[in-house]
């Protein structure tokens, strides 16, 4: 074998790698869109129906932490986002482990904010070539209370009109194609 065709294989290795890492990533990504929409068909497609998730008090599988989840930030929640941080994969075949920061702010139905951080600790796992969450536990590590401020430029008349923030499929991130419907304005 040339040193060409090794340094070839090496990076055809290196961009499946990448590729997976993409996977995953896009799987997170989902994971947290799902949970701040309420979008309970994207939210069941991060995991393998058989996933175990351990996250408080809750330990179980998909379908009973989304209904579980979904129903306590319904109740004490107006509005959520689930950000997230730092993120460190280790690949091995068909299983990757990966631990993903997270920073959780809540605006809460009293209108006091709520924010909390701690790290998603997944094992992955490939199947019929799908990247899923197998396992996962969450280790929440801090929260507090965030002073509350008025929503900027809610007293703008026609801001929604490009969408309204929706925790559901109304909203404007699932508009297609999107499109401007307000009025141009620079403001001086």
Avoid at 98 to 106: C, H, N, Q, R
Avoid at 129 to 158: C, H, Q
Wanted: one cysteine or more.
């Amino acid at each position: 074998m040339s040193n060409n065709d090794i340094a070839g294989a090496e990076q055809a290795a290196r961009l499946m790698q990448l590729l997976h890492r993409q996977d995953i990533h896009d799987c997170l990504l989902g994971f947290s869109r799902a949970m701040d929409r309420f979008d309970r068909d994207l939210f069941l497609a991060s995991f393998h129906p058989d996933a175990i998730i351990s996250a408080g008090e809750f330990v179980g599988g998909p379908v009973e932490l989304y209904d579980w989840a979904s129903a306590m930030h319904e109740v004490g929640q107006s509005a959520t986002q689930h950000n997230l941080l730092n993120h460190t994969c280790d690949i091995d075949g068909d299983v990757a482990h990966t631990e993903t920061y997270y920073l959780f702010v809540g605006r809460n139905r009293d209108d006091s904010n709520w924010i909390a951080g701690g790290r998603y600790i997944d094992r992955f796992e490939r199947r019929n070539n799908e990247w899923k969450i197998a396992f996962r536990s969450n280790a929440i590590e801090w929260s507090g209370m965030a002073p509350t401020l008025p929503i900027p430029f809610a007293d703008v008349v026609d801001l929604h009109l490009n969408g309204s923030p929706s925790r559901s499929k109304d909203d404007p991130s699932y508009l297609r194609p999107l499109l401007n419907q307000r009025e141009l304005n620079v403001p001086k």
